[in-house]
């Protein structure tokens, strides 16, 4: 444990002290819980990405909606299936290989920035918001 000094606007401050009172939690506890939040852990992401999803952070709200409903392109979507439909019938030469390991990539990425903007969404509005998905 390491002990750090913040110099807060009264304003911040004021908003911290309702937030622990309303909360029932230490002032200290309430802020650290905050930063576990927004901070994120992203030691198991591939190290590619981690830079990319730390900075997400601090997006706006705007640009994380625009994260979550993006998609790969219908080009790739349909790519990446004939690949997958050629290679159940036969082995696939290596450019191909080398294709469908690049689409493959393209949607993890996708798919893990989707599922970190759902989460920080989530966390700003209070509310889950794949919860009815």
């Known amino acids: 444990m390491q002990t750090v000094t913040l110099n807060l606007p009264d304003v911040l401050m004021q908003r911290a002290t309702q937030t622990a009172d309303v909360l029932k939690q230490p002032l200290e506890e309430m802020l650290t819980s905050m930063l576990e ?29 625009a994260i979550a409903r993006s998609q790969m392109t219908a080009e790739q979507q349909q790519e990446l299936q004939r690949l ?44 889950p918001l794949l919860h009815n998905l």
């Open 37 to 65: 939040l927004a901070l994120p852990n992203v030691a198991d992401a591939p190290p590619d990405m981690q830079a990319e999803l730390t900075q997400m952070t601090w997006l706006s709200d705007w640009e994380l909606w």
């Open 84 to 127: 997958s439909a050629i290679q159940q019938q036969r082995s696939l030469v290596q450019d191909e290989q080398e294709t469908i390991n690049q689409l493959r990539h393209e949607y993890g990425r996708i798919t893990l920035l989707k599922a970190r903007a759902y989460a920080l969404l989530s966390i700003r509005s209070g509310r």
